[in-house]
């Protein structure tokens, strides 16, 4: 009896402490959730808000390049539509990979902007250790705009078109050579996968950069190469280039008598030189989207329409998933071919 009788005392303070303990988690608990909800509604607050101070935005290449010309005057676009400054940093390296980086390890919180391209998709694959995933590091926010290509010979080659090109190529394999502005360039990928559509064979003669291969072609050191439109047009209306084939889905106006790669039979070589913006993975959605409504109000400018023009390129607007889909389809695309042909960056 005395037994049960302390038993239940002990159930008793048993109990009475459960309930004190209770009481006492009650507040702790209540305080958390109205931090969480405090926290939650800042940060809804801050990305709704958004921008409320300066972008940077990333450009990973030298100023005063094709890159540079085109994001300054879209720079200025966004910050009147977004009612912030739009600072413009440029950091230069070898396939665009230190300023890529910075920008994929930027805070996500929509303050850091990368200018990326296909030449940032092909470097992916061209260099080892690259530190970041082109296709997952990001959110790709649109397109800007995309160029094409135009294969071209001096007009005293002896080459009157595309026919004659193979032709002569064949006849002589490996003794006519072409020039590129380096290893894994657009006209580089271009002319091995034209040589292997066409069963031809040249010799790639790189170079460091565009202008010392255009150099070189004008003053007849190399006969052949592959170059942007508005980089060739000059010598072409000039009489010194002759244009030979364009990776332009339709003809271009500029030459309309020139046959595109898919009319002459290789559609695996339409192709373009695109380029865009992206934001480090997690920004947040609302972000993205604002940032992508902006891009196409100044991308309907006239002023930027003539700019784009000028630049041999193509005003795009697109939304976030297309332009995600371009970079994933574009990476495997090129990645391929640069591992098939053990292309590694010089």
């Given at each position: 009896?005395?037994?049960?009788?302390?038993?239940?005392?002990?159930?008793?303070?048993?109990?009475?402490?459960?309930?004190?303990?209770?009481?006492?988690?009650?507040?702790?608990?209540?305080?958390?959730?109205?931090?969480?909800?405090?926290?939650?509604?800042?940060?809804?607050?801050?990305?709704?808000?958004?921008?409320?101070?300066?972008?940077?935005?990333?450009?990973?290449?030298?100023?005063?390049?094709?890159?540079?010309?085109?994001?300054?005057?879209?720079?200025?676009?966004?910050?009147?539509?977004?009612?912030?400054?739009?600072?413009?940093?440029?950091?230069?390296?070898?396939?665009?990979?230190?300023?890529?980086?910075?920008?994929?390890?930027?805070?996500?919180?929509?303050?850091?902007?990368?200018?990326?391209?296909?030449?940032?998709?092909?470097?992916?694959?061209?260099?080892?250790?690259?530190?970041?995933?082109?296709?997952?590091?990001?959110?790709?926010?649109?397109l800007i705009g995309e160029g094409f290509q135009?294969?071209?010979?001096?007009?005293?080659?002896?080459?009157?078109?595309?026919?004659?090109?193979?032709?002569?190529?064949?006849?002589?394999?490996?003794?006519?050579?072409?020039?590129?502005?380096?290893?894994?360039?657009?006209?580089?990928?271009?002319?091995?996968?034209?040589?292997?559509?066409?069963?031809?064979?040249?010799?790639?003669?790189?170079?460091?950069?565009?202008?010392?291969?255009?150099?070189?072609?004008?003053?007849?050191?190399?006969?052949?190469?592959?170059?942007?439109?508005?980089?060739?047009?000059?010598?072409?209306?000039?009489?010194?280039?002759?244009?030979?084939?364009?990776?332009?889905?339709?003809?271009?106006?500029?030459?309309?008598?020139?046959?595109?790669?898919?009319?002459?039979?290789?559609?695996?070589?339409?192709?373009?030189?695109?380029?865009?913006?992206?934001?480090?993975?997690?920004?947040?959605?609302?972000?993205?989207?604002?940032?992508?409504?902006?891009?196409?109000?100044?991308?309907?400018?006239?002023?930027?329409?003539?700019?784009?023009?000028?630049?041999?390129?193509?005003?795009?607007?697109?939304?976030?998933?297309?332009?995600?889909?371009?970079?994933?389809?574009?990476t495997e695309r090129w990645g391929k071919l640069?591992?098939?042909?053990?292309?590694?960056?010089?």
């Amino acid at each position: 009896m005395y037994g049960n009788a302390k038993q239940r005392l002990t159930e008793a303070r048993f109990s009475k402490s459960r309930k004190q303990r209770r009481q006492m988690f009650k507040p702790t608990r209540l305080l958390c959730a109205v931090l969480s909800c405090a926290a939650l509604t800042s940060g809804n607050a801050q990305t709704t808000d958004w921008p409320t101070r300066p972008i940077r935005i990333i450009v990973p290449a030298p100023a005063g390049g094709p890159y540079d010309r085109t994001i300054r005057p879209l720079g200025q676009h966004l910050a009147k539509t977004l009612k912030q400054p739009v600072v413009i940093e440029n950091r230069a390296s070898a396939g665009n990979i230190v300023g890529t980086q910075a920008g994929a390890s930027a805070a996500h919180d929509g303050y850091t902007l990368t200018m990326t391209g296909l030449q940032t998709a092909v470097s992916q694959s061209m260099y080892e250790n690259v530190p970041y995933d082109i296709v997952t590091s990001f959110e790709h926010i649109g397109l800007i705009g995309e160029g094409f290509q135009w294969l071209v010979v001096r007009s005293d080659a002896g080459i009157d078109n595309f026919k004659d090109f193979v032709v002569k190529v064949k006849q002589a394999p490996g003794k006519i050579d072409y020039a590129s502005s380096g290893a894994g360039s657009t006209g580089h990928l271009l002319m091995e996968q034209l040589q292997r559509a066409a069963g031809i064979k040249l010799t790639h003669v790189p170079y460091r950069g565009a202008a010392p291969a255009l150099q070189d072609v004008l003053s007849g050191v190399v006969p052949v190469t592959v170059i942007p439109s508005n980089a060739a047009i000059t010598y072409v209306q000039s009489g010194k280039f002759k244009v030979l084939a364009v990776s332009s889905p339709q003809r271009s106006p500029l030459v309309p008598a020139v046959p595109t790669f898919a009319e002459l039979g290789f559609k695996e070589l339409t192709m373009s030189s695109w380029v865009g913006l992206s934001a480090p993975k997690g920004t947040p959605p609302n972000i993205i989207q604002k940032v992508n409504a902006a891009m196409n109000t100044a991308l309907a400018d006239p002023s930027m329409l003539k700019l784009f023009e000028f630049e041999g390129l193509t005003p795009l607007s697109r939304p976030p998933e297309q332009y995600a889909q371009l970079v994933r389809t574009d990476t495997e695309r090129w990645g391929k071919l640069v591992h098939s042909l053990n292309i590694k960056a010089n």
